[in-house]
């Protein structure tokens, strides 16, 4: 199995490149978001590899870091999801964004991905719910999707401040880590104009 490529970038396509080890070109799929990262062909780079194979062919996914590599073999062991979807959801969101997404029941963010409809997404909620906060990629939103989840979905203050920020543009998947630590911090003394106001700061930079 292939772990790792690392050699010169000979081509980038909109989901795929193909990458020169040695004089063999490798072709690897991968998500938007790893193929943004990659230098200018024919630079020298190197992505992490998750190889699939098949009855009729073996093929390479490529991820710029281990946390997205990581969703995509959680992503691709639930029904219903292929490389191509996991593929797409990594596309369209982060390992942070799907941690928040999937931790505060965000089906209108997973329905974004293509091919991602309403039932797969449930599907993903259901499954994945008790496994987000034990993800990769979630940094200091990991903590605060537990504190958040642990207190329930019925905070108020919480919940009228995600009304807001939605109302004002924002997602609920970018908005929710920013309100859950800004009300864990406050404590007792959380007010909904003060964690509002805290937000949007945090959430313009």
Known sequence: MIAS???LLAQVDADRCVIDVNGVGYLVFA?????????????RARVLVETVVREDAILLYGFADAAER??????????GVGAKVALGLLSTMSPSELIAAISSADKASLTRAPGVGGKLAE????????KASKMP?????????????????????????????????????????????????????????????????????
């Open 70 to 79: 990581d969703w995509f073999r959680v992503l691709t062991a639930i029904q």
């Open 137 to 205: 990629g979630g940094g200091s939103g990991t903590a605060t999707a537990s504190i958040v989840a642990q207190r329930g979905a019925e905070n108020t203050i919480e919940s009228d401040a995600l009304l807001a920020l939605a109302g004002l543009g924002f997602r609920r998947a970018e908005a929710w880590p920013v309100v859950g630590k800004l009300i864990a911090e406050a404590g007792d003394n959380a007010a909904l104009d003060a964690i509002i106001r805290d937000a949007l700061k945090e959430l313009a930079r």
């Open 5 to 7: 490529l690392a050699g």
């Open 31 to 43: 998500s938007t978001r790893t193929l943004s990262a990659l230098p200018q062909p024919p630079e």
């Open 123 to 130: 599907r993903l909620l259901t499954e994945l719910r008790d």
